[in-house]
T-cell receptor, first 112, second 113 residues
Framework: NAGVTQTPKFQVLKTGQSMTLQCAQDMNHNSMYWYRQDPGMGLRLIYYSASEGTTDKGEVPNGYNVSRLNKREFSLRLESAAPSQTSVYFC???????????FGQGTRLTVV | GENVEQHPSTLSVQEGDSAVIKCTYSDSASNYFPWYKQELGKGPQLIIDIRSNVGEKKDQRIAVTLNKTAKHFSLHITETQPEDSAVYFCAASKSSNFNKFYFGSGTKLNVKP
């Protein structure tokens, strides 16, 4: 029972490099989210997808793009990484019926 | 949008004591309030939640209370144990077919043996 799986777990990027964070869920959930977690700031929503084929901006979308590839997968792309994007990134998914959000284990990203 | 404030940012208690974490929210339309526990190196995990039609909910040693008028809700942990040590997050959302959760800034709870 994998739940929400994120890859990679750790990544170091140089300023200006690009990368894609992958997220997949096996719970047949409709909604998926990307959050970033910074010290003292809790979790802030970057982008979300209410259903396959739709994506919307959250609280802090600048510098990111997302793709809802299918119902299972929701990826987050940094086109040109900046030190301000150093953070821990969490993917989450949620079903309509029980409202509980399930989180992945996170990706710790450092931009130098 | 919603603004959720959480206090305290750190809390240290002796094993066996109680711990209380408080959150306030700004949007009176919010009606779903989950609490998440995040252990070191892991993602947040739901431990208890409450909806706005209920004033209190208990699950063994943890309980959550909600005051809709004052727009605040609290997590209560009784008989704390070292394994309760973690970061706890509150959140608020308007429950619908889709939820956008607004999280508090977190409370680091340390239970001393």
């Amino acid at each position: 029972n994998a739940g929400v799986t994120q890859t990679p777990k750790f990544q170091v990027l140089k300023t200006g490099q690009s990368m894609t964070l992958q997220c997949a869920q096996d719970m047949n959930h409709n909604s998926m989210y990307w959050y970033r977690q910074d010290p003292g700031m809790g979790l802030r929503l970057i982008y979300y997808s209410a259903s396959e084929g739709t994506t919307d901006k959250g609280e802090v979308p600048n510098g990111y793009n997302v793709s809802r590839l299918n119902k299972r997968e929701f990826s987050l792309r940094l086109e040109s990484a900046a030190p301000s994007q150093t953070s821990v990134y969490f993917c989450a998914s949620e079903s309509i019926s029980n409202t509980e959000a399930f989180f992945g284990q996170g990706t710790r990203l450092t931009v130098v | 949008g919603e603004n959720v404030e959480q206090h305290p940012s750190t809390l240290s208690v002796q094993e066996g004591d109680s711990a209380v974490i408080k959150c306030t929210y700004s949007d009176s339309a919010s009606n779903y309030f989950p609490w998440y526990k995040q252990e070191l190196g892991k993602g947040p995990q739901l431990i208890i939640d409450i909806r706005s039609n209920v004033g209190e909910k208990k699950d063994q040693r943890i309980a959550v209370t909600l005051n809709k008028t004052a727009k605040h809700f609290s997590l209560h942990i009784t008989e704390t144990q070292p394994e309760d040590s973690a970061v706890y997050f509150c959140a608020a959302s308007k429950s619908s077919n889709f939820n956008k959760f607004y999280f508090g800034s977190g409370t680091k709870l340390n239970v001393k043996p």
